[in-house]
């Protein structure tokens, strides 16, 4: 029983420190664009070296 009085503070203090990283995580902008990172991401606007051109395979 006495292991609840180390087990709860703990828990809180854990639950508080999770709270306060995702507060953070709001006020500093982090989900503003989820979408448009995706797209940004496997857009190949910024490749270095851009792929030829797919070929015409002739039947």
Do not use: C, N
Not at 16 to 31: H, I, M, N
């Amino acid at each position: 029983m006495e292991i609840l009085f180390i087990l709860i503070p703990v828990s809180i203090l854990l639950g508080a420190g999770g709270l306060a990283a995702f507060l953070w995580s709001l006020k500093t902008r982090q989900y503003d664009d989820p979408k448009g990172d995706a797209e940004r991401i496997l857009s190949s606007e910024w490749d270095d070296h851009p792929r030829p051109p797919p070929q015409k395979s002739e039947p």
